[in-house]
């Protein structure tokens, strides 16, 4: 296969990939659209059981209160009924504190009694409200949940189809090289074959040292650049000029390529599949 093709053939091949990965990553991400309906609906859930107990405590103190309040009122009753049977001034003034304390006690227990009531028909609105949420949360997620499985499965078909695709498009090209292809893919944003212009990479934008650009040039075979490890092909710009564009390069020959790599290794920027593909690319260009 002339590199001319197998070039190409990467430049589909990568196409597809992107595509693939794309639609891989919307696939992994699926799962993140009910997560903050699902959380939303535990959350209520939870102030549902808190309102719960809370409305139960509620309506244990109103029931409380009822009861000493009939007993504050038979109490005053009973009181005022001995009124009629009384004989004496000190009996009188006995009997009739203990109606005015009775009656002071029942209003004290009124005031309770309705502050209680409130807050247990406030209670009780918010239940109702929750209970309302709860089943419009729990039927969207429902819904939401067929429409969102409908479309993992289209996209997975998706995949499937893509997958034949690579295979077709990367016939004949080595599997060593279309792994290290697909790393530089979903590491580079979707880039991962760019061309020389001059003695620039224009993938990372770093000057090549010339005789490295020659060997890129000649088209004889893949070549990973050394910085951003991506596959190279030479492309002609307006300032070429022939076998003699390399002579005033001051960027050296193959044998600097080993101190940029090493300086490209000390600096922080790059990740780990980077620093690999550097090491892939080096061994490439050295053979």
Do not use: W
Request: proline share 1%; aromatic share 6%.
């Amino acid at each position: 296969m002339l590199m001319e093709e197998v070039f190409e053939r990467l430049r589909e091949f990568q196409e597809i990939l992107t595509k693939r990965v794309q639609i891989e990553r919307e696939v992994e991400d699926i799962p993140k659209a009910l997560s903050a309906q699902e959380e939303l609906l535990s959350r209520i859930k939870k102030s549902y059981v808190e309102r719960n107990l809370e409305f139960e405590g509620a309506e244990g103190r109103v029931k409380e209160i009822r009861g000493k309040l009939a007993e504050a009122e038979a109490a005053r009753e009973g009181a005022e009924k001995q009124m009629d049977a009384i004989s004496t001034q000190r009996e009188y003034e006995a009997l009739n504190k203990e109606i005015r304390d009775a009656t002071e006690n029942e209003h004290q227990l009124r005031k309770d009694l309705q502050k209680e009531e409130r807050s247990l028909a406030e209670i009780e609105e918010a239940l109702r409200r929750d209970e309302s949420m709860i089943k419009l949360q729990e039927s969207e997620i429902s819904e939401k949940s067929v429409r969102i499985n409908t479309d993992k499965d289209a996209k997975l078909a998706e995949i499937g189809h893509l997958r034949e695709e690579e295979t077709r498009t990367s016939s004949g090209i080595e599997k060593e090289t279309l792994f290290k292809f697909e790393r530089i893919i979903r590491s580079k944003q979707g880039l991962g074959i760019v061309p020389v212009k001059g003695a620039v990479c224009t993938g990372c934008y770093m000057i090549l040292p010339a005789q490295f650009v020659n060997e890129v040039r000649s088209g004889s075979k893949i070549i990973f650049c050394p910085y951003c490890s991506r596959v190279l092909f030479y492309e002609e710009s307006d300032t070429d000029s022939g076998d003699e564009l390399f002579v005033d390069i001051e960027s050296g020959s193959l044998s600097d390529l080993g101190d940029y790599a090493e300086e490209g290794e000390e600096d922080d920027s790059f990740d780990d599949d980077d620093s690999d593909g550097d090491k892939d690319s080096m061994e490439d260009g050295d053979n």
